[in-house]
């Protein structure tokens, strides 16, 4: 069964840092591109950043460019997300999906291209 579980999310005040982690499992994770993607509340779910599982090349929403990076390691099956200089905007749930399309339109088009998806966790950028 495939799963991925999400970690890190958390409490931050503006202009700080947190890394949260995507451990996949179920699947074969080098055929897949991996995604974050974040809701919130009001606010379509949205793209952050992808990753693609065979050749480690990346995709990022425009808003997060030069502030987030998404790394892979897929010998442990893991994606992470450092997200750097926070914003209050950045405030949302997080959510680590998969999809066997290309991160280039499905950083775009998450809820039609996402094979699995994650829990989600929280988080919350302070004032």
């Known amino acids: 069964e495939a799963q991925l579980v999400e970690s890190g999310g958390g409490l931050v005040q503006a202009g700080g840092s947190l890394r949260l982690s995507c451990t996949a499992s179920g699947f074969s994770f080098d055929e897949y591109a991996i995604g974050w993607f974040r809701q919130a509340p009001g606010k379509e779910r949205e793209g952050v950043a992808c990753i693609s599982g065979s050749d480690g090349s990346t995709n990022y929403a425009y808003s997060v460019k030069g502030r987030f990076t998404i790394s892979s390691d897929n010998a442990k099956m893991t994606v992470d997300l450092q997200m750097n200089n926070l914003k209050l905007e950045d405030t949302a749930v997080y959510y680590c999906?998969?999809?066997?399309?290309?991160?280039?339109?499905?950083?775009?088009?998450?809820?039609?291209?996402?094979?699995?998806w994650g829990q989600g966790t929280q988080v919350t950028v302070s004032s």
């Open positions: 999906a998969a999809s066997q399309y290309y991160c280039s339109a499905y950083i775009n088009h998450p809820r039609l291209l996402t094979n699995y």
